[in-house]
């Protein structure tokens, strides 16, 4: 039997939460009451949120570490994503964690992206405790949402000990926290003596030589490239001669350049490292997620992280536009190429491959969200490119076609759950669930096939006028439920290059939406509406009014537009069709037909009508 000890100066805590249930508001506390700032220090909000996509969009996208000082115990915190579409972020980091806080919303309850990171929690035998945060909200509901918490459980399989979790109440804004919902705590002290009674220190074996699991990657100008993970077993010291045992049993040398832990935000260097702890290695270039570092006498392999298959692909290629290389510092595709491959280093759930094109690649990831935050990192990274529409990836077993389906959850009004039914069950969707509670809304449930949400989520808003709802998790591969449309209206297509003129745009508004203002430049094939029939129309947008010696009194010279609506890229993705690419740069987001030639496109259609009629 081997002899593990536990490291009982240490904590290594993961925090779950669904987004926008309090997850950083509460460590940005945690940081306050532990000492880590200094009294009267200017502190900005969110502090774990570090990237500007964060920040904007309200939500954590990349796995974060930090650490906080409490009663002489070192507590490790780990910020996990709560959205599926970042479920490489999250494997990743729980293989650093021993236990988990489960934050859940007071009024919301648990939902379905909570459910899919405590599920992984669950399955990697992780110490387990329940916070239920925003008990001071008007429609706070604390009993009901602990009763959906140990239903959630159940429905996970958990065992008896992880079904008697430590339970605790807090307003996270104010940092506070209670034993139960009716008092009124002063500070968040008894969370963190819950962390270090109930959470247990990392075990290791001393006898066991020095290993650690590669859970991320950094790069620094000055040291190179930086593994970061937690040691398993042993410790490690400045100047160490040491290997990294990579996927294809390749063993590259290592020598620890420099050692660093994490002190709050920072990480500081340190000579040895203890075991349990987290930290971050210098000194090898060629290092990857799941590596293990380990020494030279006793090489032994840690088992890799495993993510879940990539549900969805998106081809990435260069702009082939007519304005290509106008707006962008990044146009080429070998820059394009080593972007991405970067991005396969950083994370574990994405996957690049070449496709027919050469000038275009093949990335595969966990959801068009995912794929959406990549092409907004790239675009602010000075990057010109286009991007295809988001289309799931469909498998062959026993000869019959699958594809994934996802587990759909709505809370809307009453009011609006014929559309929402409606609509769904276009997309080949199946309810499987109705809750009404008599309070005005309702909770459905579908299986729905994953292609059906590309694009239904902006329809969702509109068709329950901001107020509904929506989560998904992926349940698996199931068999494919056939083709429906998910567009129902055609494309306004410019038919030459120029400007947007107002008087041609106006004449154009009647057709449908308009998506550019007078003075965008256009081109041959560019989208610049959506037609409200359902067949494309080829349009001149940069027509100009025929200017005579007679006026007619009045209004005649003012054209009055209907006001546009900005480009947004999720927009862009959800509203191609499989003819047509959205083409993005640092400065605009155009859409465009794969041809861009209205004659070349007119000849294609009709040799596809040709075969109908005979």
């Not at 006498?297 to 081809?315: F, G, H, N, Y």
Request: glycine content about 8%; overall charge negative; proline content about 4%.
């Amino acid at each position: 039997m081997s002899n593990t000890v536990q490291n009982t100066e240490l904590r290594n805590i993961a925090i779950i939460a669904h987004v926008d249930h309090g997850k950083t508001t509460l460590v940005d506390a945690m940081f306050k009451q532990s000492g880590l700032f200094r009294e009267g220090q200017n502190v900005d909000e969110r502090i774990m949120d570090s990237m500007d996509l964060e920040r904007e969009r309200g939500i954590t996208i990349a796995a974060k570490n930090c650490s906080v000082c409490w009663k002489e115990t070192k507590i490790n915190i780990i910020d996990t994503p709560g959205h599926a579409d970042f479920g490489g972020e999250v494997e990743r980091s729980l293989s650093m964690a021993d236990g988990a806080i489960l934050l859940v919303d007071a009024s919301e309850g648990p939902l379905p992206q909570t459910r899919f990171v405590l599920k992984k929690a669950l399955e990697q035998g992780l110490s387990l405790m329940v916070v239920i945060n925003k008990v001071d909200r008007q429609d706070a509901r604390p009993d009901e949402v602990l009763d959906e918490i140990y239903d959630l459980f159940i429905d996970l399989d958990a065992n008896e000990d992880q079904l008697d979790f430590p339970l605790l109440y807090a307003i996270g804004r104010d940092g506070i926290a209670m034993k139960t919902a009716e008092e009124r705590g002063e500070n968040l002290h008894i969370l963190l003596d819950m962390i270090v009674d109930k959470v247990p220190g990392p075990s290791h074996n001393p006898d066991e030589p020095f290993q650690m699991l590669v859970s991320d990657l950094s790069y620094s100008d000055y040291l190179g490239r930086l593994a970061i993970g937690k040691i398993h077993h042993g410790i490690a010291q400045s100047n160490d001669q040491l290997i990294c045992l990579a996927d294809n049993d390749k063993v590259l040398p290592l020598k620890v350049t420099k050692l660093q832990t994490y002190d709050g935000l920072k990480v500081v260097p340190t000579e040895v490292c203890s075991p349990g702890d987290i930290v971050v290695v210098a000194g090898i270039e060629d290092v990857h997620i799941g590596d293990t570092i380990c020494t030279k006498e006793s090489p032994k392999a840690l088992p890799r992280i495993t993510v879940d298959e990539p549900t969805v692909s998106m081809r990435f290629g260069i702009n082939t536009s007519p304005l290509a290389g106008k707006e962008g510092k990044h146009v080429q595709t070998n820059k394009i190429k080593e972007r991405l491959h970067k991005e396969t280093l950083l994370n574990v759930a994405i996957q690049v491959e070449d496709s027919e094109n050469r000038d275009a690649y093949l990335v595969k990831g966990r959801g068009e969200f995912q794929m959406a935050i990549l092409v907004e990192q790239m675009r602010r990274e000075g990057f010109e490119l286009s991007v295809g529409r988001p289309e799931v990836i469909i498998k062959e077993e026993n000869g019959k076609k699958m594809e994934p389906i996802e587990h759909l959850f709505v809370d809307c009004d009453e009011d609006f759950m014929g559309i929402v039914t409606e609509k769904i069950q276009t997309r080949k969707g199946r309810m499987t669930n109705m809750v009404n509670n008599g309070t005005g809304r309702v909770r459905l449930e579908f299986s729905v096939p994953s292609r059906a949400l590309i694009g239904y989520r902006d329809e969702f808003l509109t068709d329950t006028k901001g107020t509904g709802m929506m989560n998904s998790y992926l349940e698996g591969y199931g068999e494919h439920r056939g083709e429906f449309s998910s567009r129902y209206t055609g494309s306004l297509v410019a038919d030459r290059a120029g400007k947007g003129v107002a008087y041609g745009l106006f004449n154009l508004e009647p057709r449908g939406r308009i998506f550019i203002v007078p003075g965008d430049p256009i081109y041959e094939g560019m989208i610049i509406g959506e037609h409200n029939r359902d067949n494309d129309i080829n349009v001149n947008a940069s027509k100009e009014k025929k200017l005579t010696n007679m006026r007619a009194s009045g209004k005649d010279e003012a054209v009055i537009l209907t006001p546009v609506k900005p480009m947004t890229l999720e927009y862009a993705l959800n509203f191609i069709k499989d003819d047509e690419q959205v083409e993005v740069t640092p400065i605009s987001i155009r859409l465009r037909k794969l041809e861009l030639s209205a004659l070349v496109r007119h000849r294609e259609e009709g040799k596809k009508k040709k075969p109908k009629e005979q």
